[in-house]
């Protein structure tokens, strides 16, 4: 098959590779769409070092089971495996089992490629009238998803009170502020600075833009999901709380300074991290998205397999103003 393959540092090369072979408990998949993740994007740049090179990146994938009892059937991808038998997952938060894998993280291979083998538990069946590029959205937006329920859980209020900041307008940012206008949340700001990108979530409804650097911020907000997680987003977001606010942190731009720790303590203002989905939180993205609830989802920019090298290229250079990438394997 075809894949392409991080080789090194800001080095992508598209390659004949063995087929992946399918265990007793897996699917394969033939992968229809893959989308471009930040976190792609760090290996890409040798920021990672739990992605070391060589090795097929990708996470957000779609695809059809190809063989078996289920030839045939679309689905949208969950790329965490976990045990299911340890504390965490036995609890539902098996989004932090200790011995989950990733694909796209030794040892797994990722979603870059024309096929793919997977637990068939980890695929969630699409209807016919879901496109599976739109499918395969589900994993960026399933982090928001999972953000804004825990955030629910910790904010003084119900959410269709709370006024909610979330920080930056690619997919993970946007996904959040959707899932918050799904769930019903009071008021919803979104904080970007590329104009494209602010005329992009604004064409979504419900949602109010502005530029972080020359406009200013909303005060007083209850909730903010920061999908960036620089310390410049950090700094912004936990001065725009209010006291007894809720800072989820989703992003993992960098690991440096940024967030008030004094002021956090004296308002009590209340930091959560949050990583990745639980299964649960999947499937109920999707579900989502099949019946509309996240709009139309139709920010994402296609491109062919064969094109990735120059996709993360212009990414990388700021031409792209998508706030998604997805790859076509077989496009």
Same mark, same amino acid.
């Given at each position: ?19 992946? =072979? ?7 998949? !033939?992968?229809?769409?893959?989308? =471009?993740?930040? &976190?792609?994007?760090?290996?890409? #740049? ?52 200790? /011995? ?20 068939? !538990? ?49 997919? =993970?940012?946007?996904? #959040? ?16 600075? &590329? ?29 903010? =999901? ?47 991290? /949050?990583y990745t989905y639980t299964a649960q939180d999947?499937?109920?993205? #999707? !579900? ?17 397999? &064969? ?5 993360? !290229?212009?990414?990388? &250079?700021?031409?792209?103003? #998508? ?9």
């Amino acid at each position: 098959m075809k894949a392409l393959v991080y080789t090194g540092v800001r080095e992508l090369t598209l390659r004949e590779v063995a087929d992946p =072979i399918a265990g007793p408990e897996d699917a394969l998949v !033939r992968v229809e769409a893959s989308g =471009i993740c930040g &976190s792609d994007m760090h290996a890409w #740049a040798g920021h990672d070092d739990r992605r070391p090179a060589p090795l097929i990146l990708g996470h957000e994938a779609a695809g059809t089971i190809s063989g078996g009892s289920m030839k045939g059937q679309r689905v949208t991808i969950n790329p965490l495996v976990t045990c299911g038998k340890c504390k965490a997952c036995l609890a539902g938060r098996d989004n932090l089992c200790a /011995t989950r894998q990733i694909i796209s993280m030794p040892p797994r291979e990722g979603a870059f490629a024309q096929f793919l083998a997977i637990p068939a !538990r980890n695929l969630v069946a699409v209807p016919e009238n879901v496109a599976l590029t739109t499918a395969s959205l589900a994993e960026p937006l399933a982090c928001g998803w999972h953000a804004v329920r825990l955030a629910e859980r910790a904010l003084d209020m119900p959410l269709n009170m709370a006024r909610c900041l979330v920080m930056g307008g690619g997919a =993970i940012g946007l996904g #959040a502020a959707l899932v918050l206008r799904a769930q019903g949340a009071g008021e919803i700001w979104l904080a970007e600075t &590329s104009a494209e990108r602010r005329q992009i979530a604004a064409r979504q409804g419900g949602l109010r833009t502005y530029d972080p650097i020359n406009e200013p911020a909303p005060a007083d907000v209850d909730l903010v =999901i920061d999908g960036v997680g620089f310390g410049a987003t950090r700094a912004a977001g936990s001065a725009a709380l209010r006291p007894g606010g809720v800072f989820m942190h989703v992003g993992l731009g960098d690991s440096g300074p940024g967030l008030d720790i004094r002021r956090s303590t004296l308002q009590e203002l209340c930091f959560i991290g /949050t990583y990745t989905y639980t299964a649960q939180d999947f499937r109920d993205t #999707a !579900r989502a998205i099949f019946d509309g609830r996240l709009g139309a989802l139709d920010w994402a920019e296609t491109a062919p397999l &064969s094109d990735g090298a120059d996709a993360f !290229r212009r990414i990388s &250079s700021g031409e792209v103003a #998508a706030p998604k990438i997805t790859l076509l394997p077989h496009g």
